[in-house]
Structures are given as C-alpha cells and as structure tokens.
C-alpha cells in the first residue's frame, strides 16, 4: 500500500518563515515536519512507499529526505508541472497505482491510529474513509456531516458561521480507492474538498467517516506552529525526541555548549552545535536549532528561533519566531509574536513590540 503526503501549498500563512522554507519541512524541534507524518506512517505495515506530491520549491524537500534511507521508508517524489489543486495533486501521484491509498494533508500534526483507520475502510467496504476531528471553530477547515451509521451526509469546505451546523471537520486524511479517480479532471486545478467528497455523496457511493478524538492540530498558521511546540512540551503529543526524551526538565543537547552563568528554566529545548554564552537566561517554551549562537546575558523566553541565527549581547527577546541565519543585534528588544524571514538582520538596540 502507498501513502501520498500532499505537500505541494505555498505556506502563504506561514510567511515570511517559509518563503525559503517550503511548509512541508519547517521545523518543529530538531526535524522537518514530515518526520513525524513519515513517522506515524511506519506504524502501518501494509505501507511500502511514501510518495510525496510537490510543487513549491520541491528540491528544498527532496534534499530533506532523499530516497527516505534515513527514515526507514522509501520515499518518492511526484513534482506537478502547475499546482493542481488537492484533487488533482492526489490523481497525478496515483497514476498506475491501483491499489488502495492512504493520504495525508501534508500540514497535519496527529496521533491517529492509521491502521485503524485502514480497517474500518476494508470492514465498510468504503469508496472513501475520511478521518474527522472535532474543534471549536470549524470555520477555518472542512465541515463534515455525519449519519448515526459513521456515513458522510454533507461536506462543506470553510463555511459561514451561519453554516456550522456540528463541530466535526476533515483532519485532511483520507483512505481512497483509486478506481474512483476517473473523475477528476486530468492537467486540471481540482479540489478534493470542494469537488470529489461532494461528488461522492451525491452519488451514493460509500463514503465513511472516522472520527478521532486524539491529538490533531494543521501546522499551517503562525499561533499553531508555536501551539504545537507548546504541545510538545506539554506532553500533549509526544513523536520526535519527545518519544524517549524526559520533557519535565529542559532538553539539552550533549553536543551543545552552555557556558557556566547560564540560566536555562521552564521547558525548552537546545539542540545540537549551540552555543549559550555567560549570563544569559533561556526561558520557557525556548527552542534553540541546531547552530544557533546566544551571545552573553541574552534573555530569551518563548522563543523559535531555527539554525544558525544569532542573537546579541543583552538582547531580550520574547516571543518572536526567528528564520535562519538571522541576526538580533545587541541590546536588541523584542517583545510579542513576531515572524523574522530568513537572514533579517536588526541593527543593534532595535525595538519591537515593547
Ligand atoms: N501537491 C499539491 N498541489 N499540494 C497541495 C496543493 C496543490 O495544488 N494545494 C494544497 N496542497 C497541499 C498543502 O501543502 C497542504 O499540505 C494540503 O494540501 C492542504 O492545503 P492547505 O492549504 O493547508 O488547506 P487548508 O488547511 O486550508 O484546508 C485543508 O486542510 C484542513 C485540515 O487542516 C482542507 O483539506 C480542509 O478540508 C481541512 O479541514
Ligand atoms: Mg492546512
């Protein structure tokens, strides 16, 4: 069996942080995000391949992952000519395959049991298994209606408030069969949400949900990126390093260096190759990647910051995620959830937010 991981958006909510970055491979702690979408993956057996379905800045992913060797899993790529749309993007990368299909939004952190998902599918003789999650505001997501029998009665891609009728909304993973792709438009932008399901249910064909209560969030906006580190932390989710990793005390990488005079408190997290100067205090919900330098008595709290970004002497800075390679200069004040893109450089005393 293959699995599609639909990786092709743009990430527009997600800029300036990922116009050198495509969304597919932000960060979240130490790993690009489709780790743990690969990870979760592996706990299928049937599952042999991942393909992953590309259009923005594909080389930027298949550098992160290569044949898969290092994640346990083959990994092929299917670059489209033009975005197709979700549709369109899922027949594309299913040419020739026959058998049935596990796809994924290519932006859903979850804890879902795929193999249960799988099994309902094959016990409903499904057409289409779609798995839902509750939340308080569908109105940013697909809204899906169910009957007392787990069937699919209504899809409704982000409705009205007027429109929100239960709190159940498409989690973005779906098992499908193929056989049912005829229907979309080859070498045509075509929306799997706002086309296909509700073609399957004007059809009557057998459309089933699963609804999932475990832990599910869509990375694709700056408050749920930091959510989901948040989460983390919290022991809300627990792939990546927070599989084996002690979350109630710092996490600290052995290849990174602390000078004495360091406070590190609260949960966060120092990977690898940083280097943490006299004096200076990392706070809570801190996440340092790999190579980044924290000159001597910076205070960070709340904070992202990705590789190889720098921050100067005295600077405070809470709550801002930083890109790569930037530079905070010193004595630097950054107060609130700001968005730095890749290589910004602040001129010393700089002032944000405060
Ligand atoms: N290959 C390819 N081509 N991938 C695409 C394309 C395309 O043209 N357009 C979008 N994608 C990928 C995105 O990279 C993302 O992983 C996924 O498809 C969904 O697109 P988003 O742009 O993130 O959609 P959304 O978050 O607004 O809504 C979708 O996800 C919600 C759950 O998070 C819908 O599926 C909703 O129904 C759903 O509730
Ligand atoms: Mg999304």
């Given at each position: 069996?293959?699995a599609?991981?639909?990786?092709?958006?743009?990430?527009?909510?997600?800029r300036?942080?990922?116009?050198?970055?495509?969304?597919?491979?932000v960060?979240?702690?130490?790993?690009?995000?489709?780790?743990?979408?690969?990870?979760?993956?592996?706990?299928?057996?049937?599952?042999?391949?991942?393909?992953?379905?590309?259009?923005?800045?594909?080389?930027?992913?298949?550098?992160?992952?290569?044949?898969?060797?290092?994640?346990?899993v083959?990994?092929?790529?299917v670059?489209?000519?033009?975005?197709?749309?979700?549709?369109?993007?899922?027949?594309?990368?299913?040419?020739?395959?026959?058998?049935?299909l596990?796809?994924?939004?290519?932006?859903?952190?979850?804890?879902?049991?795929?193999?249960?998902?799988?099994?309902?599918?094959?016990?409903?003789?499904?057409?289409?298994?779609?798995?839902?999650?509750?939340?308080?505001?569908?109105?940013?997501?697909?809204?899906?209606?169910?009957?007392?029998?787990?069937?699919?009665?209504?899809?409704?891609?982000?409705?009205?408030?007027?429109?929100i009728?239960?709190?159940?909304?498409?989690?973005?993973?779906?098992?499908?069969e193929?056989?049912?792709?005829?229907?979309?438009?080859?070498?045509?932008?075509?929306?799997?949400?706002?086309?296909?399901?509700?073609?399957?249910?004007?059809?009557?064909?057998?459309?089933?949900?699963?609804?999932?209560?475990?832990?599910?969030?869509?990375?694709?906006?700056?408050?749920?990126y930091?959510?989901?580190?948040?989460?983390?932390?919290?022991?809300?989710?627990?792939?990546?390093?927070?599989?084996?990793?002690?979350?109630?005390?710092?996490?600290?990488?052995?290849?990174?260096?602390?000078?004495?005079?360091?406070?590190?408190?609260?949960?966060?997290?120092?990977?690898?190759?940083?280097?943490?100067?006299?004096?200076?205090?990392i706070?809570?919900?801190?996440?340092?990647?790999?190579?980044?330098?924290?000159?001597?008595?910076?205070?960070?709290?709340?904070?992202?910051?990705?590789?190889?970004?720098?921050?100067?002497?005295?600077?405070?800075?809470?709550?801002?995620?930083?890109?790569?390679?930037?530079?905070?200069?010193?004595?630097?004040?950054?107060?609130?959830?700001?968005?730095?893109?890749?290589?910004t450089?602040?001129?010393?005393?700089?002032?944000?937010?405060?």
């Open positions: 069996m293959k599609i991981l639909l990786a092709g958006g743009k990430g527009t909510r997600l300036p942080l990922t116009i050198h970055t495509p969304k597919p491979v960060p979240i702690f130490d790993r690009a995000f489709l780790h743990y979408q690969i990870e979760l993956l592996k706990q299928v057996p049937d599952i042999d391949e991942v393909i992953l379905s590309l259009n923005y800045q594909p080389r930027k992913i298949e550098e992160v992952f290569g044949d898969g060797a290092g994640t346990g083959r990994v092929r790529y670059v489209e000519p033009s975005p197709l749309g979700t549709g369109g993007a899922i027949r594309y990368a299913a040419q020739g395959i026959t058998d049935t596990v796809v994924f939004n290519g932006d859903v952190m979850t804890s879902v049991d795929v193999n249960a998902v799988v099994a309902q599918h094959r016990e409903r003789n499904a057409k289409a298994t779609i798995v839902l999650t509750p939340v308080d505001n569908p109105s940013a997501y697909g809204l899906v209606e169910t009957e007392a029998d787990g069937r699919v009665r209504r899809f409704l891609e982000k409705p009205n408030p007027d429109e009728t239960c709190n159940t909304i498409n989690a973005g993973i779906y098992v499908l193929p056989d049912t792709f005829d229907r979309i438009p080859k070498d045509l932008s075509y929306s799997i949400e706002r086309a296909y399901f509700p073609s399957l249910i004007e059809r009557r064909e057998t459309f089933v949900a699963y609804v999932d209560r475990g832990y599910w969030i869509d990375i694709g906006t700056p408050e749920k930091v959510q989901v580190h948040r989460d983390m932390f919290e022991g809300k989710f627990a792939g990546g390093l927070f599989r084996t990793a002690d979350r109630t005390r710092p996490i600290v990488s052995p290849d990174a260096r602390i000078e004495d005079g360091v406070t590190i408190s609260g949960p966060c997290f120092i990977d690898a190759g940083v280097h943490v100067k006299a004096g200076a205090t706070g809570g919900y801190t996440v340092l990647g790999r190579g980044v330098m924290i000159e001597e008595s910076a205070d960070l709290q709340d904070t992202i910051v990705w590789p190889n970004s720098r921050i100067g002497q005295h600077a405070v800075v809470h709550g801002p995620i930083i890109g790569r390679n930037c530079h905070i200069g010193r004595d630097a004040v950054l107060e609130g959830r700001s968005l730095l893109g890749d290589r450089q602040l001129t010393d005393f700089t002032s944000i937010g405060s």
